[in-house]
């Protein structure tokens, strides 16, 4: 982000609080959208009451795909954009948005049949097995959809045998399986302060704020708080979005204006220390049915195995948490697709759970429900004399494409003229990206000599940040820097750049969203405190504020990710450079080649 720091911001806000718009929501939708308008020249503010990217934004399963599943349910519109999206985020943000081969296991032939034709029709929502007829179908569409606009492989079909052979740990029932070709997302939070920091550095119309609250409207004027220090800051909008995800209803009644557009549902995942299931993954994802015919998901992540997801109706997202009866479910949906693999609680090393703002829905079964988007609109009236725009529904995959929908209506009632399309617009760090390995090889080496770190360094950082890692280096002595003592792959330069200019105003913002050391199982106890007196002294603290800071830490870290005291403080600090999602990505980069 830009050198304006938060309190700069909220000055400048002060001082001229009339907006074109306001975005209310710092998810991946709010934040695209603010892309959008702010490279068209509006002036736009975004307001987030938590961090950025700290809501359903930050518990996907980590895919960017097409969404074979919905095909059955004949929205064949929505595969076909979120094909098109998922080619473009390969392309536009590549250090973080990978090929990744996925693997069917298959149970019977003929199964389904009748049930998805039922689907299709709308004439039932019951859940039921699929067979490789049916797959074979879906993944022809798939194919077709794609044709020509990715060099990834088309389907494959494998006998039992050959399944057998290169999924040994697979359960023996199956009767033959599929591999095709989707994406995986290594950091989302990072990709979406990549597109904040972007937005900041091609436009000076935008401005964004964590921690602010929008919580009335008065009149022509929204009242938003600042939930650093509780001050209040009157803005005056002409037009609101509301990308408030799950919370877009609790948010519509600042408006007065009672909605009912969400139908919200919990997911969690876990994250699985296990080098037996990391194995059996064969390097990418399985995509299975449970035996209720419920789709799961594994493959791995960083040194580890994501594992996910249910899918529960839930009225209050911010009760959402992943529960010891989802956790059981979704160990016991493991055991059926690996019945010789033992998961032992303690390899469970993270568990993660969002809210997926889906729309308001009769279907019987959530997996049914439409992850399509949508916009909802309330016009401008007497007593409110703004129209507010809701952003219901969508996919972390189609981010883009549902912000660029509603920015062309927001466009509209501003009377302004689109400058400039987003399609082809490379994202942060994804910005002449070295594509091959010989290119990353070189990049790496001409980085190592000109910042003056080893060239394992280089490569750490490239993994990290893309090629923004040049803006960490311009700005650091890499060569001086000292490395963490409990991390030794993080160094003080890395770490004070992240808390300076991305907007870090909590330890959980470094530890959970700017860096991915919660989530890749890496966390301790020393490493937590030393993060915090790091974040202490670069902000300033008191003592009794950095205490503070550190227990509602850990009280987060146990209550929404299951890492108690006793966890943190058995696991040991991290001593190598090693930087396991390379190697993962040559790994799927050599399945893609060999497609
Ligand atoms: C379990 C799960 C798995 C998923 N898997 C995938 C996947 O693999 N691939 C994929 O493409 N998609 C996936 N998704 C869907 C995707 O993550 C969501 O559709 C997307 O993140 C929604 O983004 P959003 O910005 O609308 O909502 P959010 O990310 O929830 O953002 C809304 C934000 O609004 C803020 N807010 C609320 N009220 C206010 C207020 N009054 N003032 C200011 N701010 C406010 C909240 O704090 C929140 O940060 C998954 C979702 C879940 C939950």
């Given at each position: 982000?830009?050198?304006?720091t938060?309190?700069?911001?909220?000055a400048?806000?002060?001082?001229s609080?009339?907006?074109s718009?306001v975005?209310?929501g710092g998810?991946?939708n709010?934040?695209g959208l603010?892309?959008?308008?702010?490279?068209?020249?509006?002036?736009?503010l975004?307001?987030e009451k938590?961090?950025?990217c700290?809501?359903?934004?930050?518990?996907?399963?980590?895919?960017?795909?097409?969404?074979l599943?919905?095909?059955e349910?004949?929205?064949?519109?929505?595969?076909?954009?979120?094909?098109n999206e998922?080619?473009?985020?390969?392309?536009?943000?590549?250090?973080y948005?990978?090929?990744?081969?996925?693997t069917?296991?298959?149970?019977?032939r003929?199964?389904?049949?009748w049930?998805a034709?039922?689907?299709?029709?709308r004439?039932?929502?019951k859940?039921?097995?699929?067979g490789?007829?049916v797959?074979?179908?879906?993944l022809?569409?798939?194919?077709?959809?794609?044709k020509?606009?990715?060099?990834m492989?088309?389907h494959?079909?494998h006998?039992?045998?050959?399944?057998?052979?290169?999924?040994?740990?697979?359960n023996?029932?199956t009767v033959c399986?599929?591999?095709?070709?989707?994406?995986?997302i290594s950091?989302?939070?990072?990709?979406a302060f990549?597109?904040l920091?972007?937005?900041?550095?091609?436009s000076?119309?935008?401005?964004?704020?964590?921690?602010a609250?929008?919580?009335?409207?008065e009149g022509?004027?929204?009242?938003?708080?600042d939930?650093t220090?509780?001050?209040?800051?009157?803005?005056?909008?002409?037009v609101?979005?509301?990308?408030?995800?799950?919370?877009?209803d609790?948010?519509?009644?600042?408006?007065?204006m009672p909605?009912?557009?969400?139908?919200g549902?919990k997911g969690?995942?876990?994250?699985?220390?296990n080098r037996?299931l990391?194995?059996?993954t064969?390097?990418?994802?399985i995509?299975?049915?449970n035996?209720?015919?419920r789709?799961c998901i594994?493959?791995?992540?960083?040194?580890?195995?994501?594992?996910?997801s249910?899918?529960?109706?839930?009225?209050?997202p911010?009760?959402?948490?992943?529960t010891?009866?989802?956790t059981?479910?979704?160990?016991?949906?493991l055991k059926?697709?690996?019945?010789d693999?033992t998961?032992?609680?303690?390899e469970?090393?993270?568990r993660?759970?969002?809210?997926?703002?889906?729309?308001?829905?009769d279907r019987?079964?959530?997996?049914?429900?439409s992850?399509?988007?949508?916009?909802?609109v309330m016009?401008a009236s007497e007593?409110?004399p703004?129209?507010?725009?809701?952003m219901?529904?969508?996919?972390?995959?189609?981010?883009?494409?549902?912000a660029e929908?509603?920015a062309?209506?927001?466009?509209a009632?501003?009377?302004?003229t689109r400058q400039?399309?987003t399609?082809?617009?490379?994202?942060?760090?994804?910005?002449?990206y070295?594509?091959?390995?010989?290119?990353?090889?070189h990049?790496c080496?001409q980085?190592?000599e000109?910042y003056?770190?080893?060239?394992?360094?280089?490569?750490?950082?490239?993994?990290?940040?893309?090629?923004c890692a040049?803006a960490?280096a311009e700005k650091?002595?890499?060569?001086n820097?000292r490395?963490?003592?409990h991390?030794?792959?993080?160094?003080?330069?890395?770490?004070?750049?992240?808390?300076?200019?991305?907007?870090?105003?909590h330890?959980?913002?470094?530890l959970?969203r700017r860096?991915?050391?919660?989530i890749?199982g890496?966390?301790?106890?020393?490493?937590?405190q030393?993060?915090n007196?790091?974040?202490?002294?670069q902000?300033?603290?008191?003592a009794?504020?950095?205490?503070?800071?550190?227990?509602?830490?850990?009280?987060?870290?146990?209550?929404?990710?299951g890492l108690?005291h006793n966890t943190?403080?058995?696991?040991?600090?991290?001593r190598s450079e090693?930087?396991h999602?390379?190697?993962?990505?040559?790994a799927?980069?050599?399945?893609v080649?060999?497609?």
């Amino acid at each position: 982000m830009n050198a304006e720091t938060r309190k700069q911001k909220r000055a400048r806000l002060l001082q001229s609080p009339d907006v074109s718009v306001v975005i209310v929501g710092g998810g991946i939708n709010g934040i695209g959208l603010y892309r959008e308008l702010a490279l068209q020249g509006v002036d736009v503010l975004l307001v987030e009451k938590e961090d950025y990217c700290s809501g359903a934004s930050a518990a996907p399963s980590r895919m960017i795909h097409g969404g074979l599943r919905y095909l059955e349910n004949g929205e064949f519109t929505l595969v076909r954009e979120s094909l098109n999206e998922r080619n473009r985020l390969l392309a536009n943000a590549p250090h973080y948005v990978r090929p990744l081969p996925t693997t069917i296991p298959i149970f019977s032939r003929w199964d389904g049949v009748w049930q998805a034709l039922l689907r299709f029709l709308r004439l039932s929502d019951k859940q039921s097995r699929r067979g490789a007829f049916v797959i074979k179908l879906g993944l022809m569409a798939y194919d077709l959809f794609t044709k020509g606009a990715t060099s990834m492989p088309t389907h494959r079909f494998h006998r039992k045998c050959s399944t057998n052979t290169q999924w040994p740990a697979l359960n023996k029932e199956t009767v033959c399986s599929a591999t095709y070709y989707d994406a995986w997302i290594s950091y989302p939070e990072r990709l979406a302060f990549e597109l904040l920091a972007d937005t900041e550095q091609l436009s000076d119309t935008g401005m964004a704020l964590n921690y602010a609250e929008l919580i009335r409207a008065e009149g022509d004027q929204l009242m938003i708080e600042d939930r650093t220090d509780g001050a209040q800051i009157r803005v005056k909008p002409r037009v609101v979005v509301n990308a408030a995800g799950a919370w877009i209803d609790f948010t519509n009644q600042a408006f007065s204006m009672p909605t009912q557009f969400i139908g919200g549902t919990k997911g969690s995942h876990l994250i699985i220390n296990n080098r037996e299931l990391y194995q059996a993954t064969g390097g990418g994802m399985i995509y299975y049915e449970n035996p209720e015919g419920r789709i799961c998901i594994l493959f791995p992540y960083f040194d580890n195995v994501l594992v996910g997801s249910t899918d529960i109706s839930i009225t209050n997202p911010d009760t959402a948490v992943c529960t010891a009866e989802e956790t059981a479910y979704i160990l016991e949906s493991l055991k059926y697709i690996f019945p010789d693999i033992t998961i032992s609680h303690d390899e469970i090393v993270y568990r993660f759970s969002g809210v997926r703002p889906l729309p308001a829905s009769d279907r019987e079964t959530n997996g049914q429900i439409s992850r399509d988007h949508s916009c909802r609109v309330m016009p401008a009236s007497e007593d409110q004399p703004f129209p507010v725009y809701s952003m219901v529904g969508g996919k972390w995959t189609t981010f883009r494409s549902f912000a660029e929908q509603v920015a062309d209506r927001v466009l509209a009632d501003l009377d302004v003229t689109r400058q400039q399309s987003t399609h082809a617009l490379a994202i942060g760090g994804g910005k002449d990206y070295p594509e091959s390995d010989s290119e990353r090889e070189h990049w790496c080496q001409q980085f190592s000599e000109k910042y003056g770190c080893s060239i394992l360094r280089a490569e750490q950082l490239l993994m990290r940040y893309g090629t923004c890692a040049v803006a960490l280096a311009e700005k650091y002595d890499l060569g001086n820097d000292r490395p963490l003592e409990h991390h030794t792959g993080y160094s003080y330069g890395e770490l004070t750049y992240l808390i300076g200019s991305e907007q870090v105003v909590h330890l959980s913002d470094l530890l959970l969203r700017r860096t991915a050391l919660a989530i890749s199982g890496e966390l301790n106890m020393a490493m937590v405190q030393e993060f915090n007196e790091l974040l202490a002294r670069q902000s300033g603290w008191s003592a009794e504020v950095a205490e503070e800071e550190l227990s509602r830490t850990l009280s987060h870290l146990e209550k929404h990710h299951g890492l108690d005291h006793n966890t943190l403080n058995k696991r040991p600090s991290i001593r190598s450079e090693e930087h396991h999602v390379s190697s993962q990505e040559s790994a799927y980069e050599a399945v893609v080649q060999a497609g």
